[in-house]
């Protein structure tokens, strides 16, 4: 679902500036300025964000990739998950118990709902994490 940069949690007003600069206008948009580190690197670079912050603000664009949790994110993001990343590592059990505690079981999704939720996470494979830095050894180099 595309959300305006505004809807991320904690995003400021000068973010918000900065990226709209580039011609970012929403998450999906901005997920995709964000995928690679190298283009974190880049966007830092042209709007003085600092990469780990993008790394951050890219993890809750591709969590709205997943479709029905936009409706929980508040609490998601409260019991600890803050990407993709995070959400497959989850057990669907013990994630349904987790929001059934914090909503109450009225207010929770179902079950199958969250099953869903980490299926999807770990079928989309979108956002490039824990890049090893090249150092003077690696052979990536060109000399």
Known sequence: MYRTLEYLRGIAPDECRRLRGLGVQHSNQL???LTLDIDRRKVSR????????LLQLA??????????????LD??????I?????????????LHDRLRSAL?????????TVEYWISQARSIDILE???????EDSPSLVR
């Open 31 to 33: 997920l995709h300025f």
């Open 46 to 53: 042209k709007t003085g964000i600092p990469a780990p912050r």
């Open 59 to 72: 993890r809750q664009c591709a969590l709205l990739e997943i479709s029905g949790i936009d409706r929980h």
């Open 75 to 80: 609490v998601v993001h409260r019991l600890g």
């Open 82 to 94: 803050d990407g993709l990343k995070a959400l497959k590592a989850e057990d669907a059990g013990a």
């Open 104 to 112: 109450g079981p009225v207010a929770a999704p179902q079950l199958t």
């Open 129 to 135: 994490e824990d890049v090893p830095a090249a150092s």
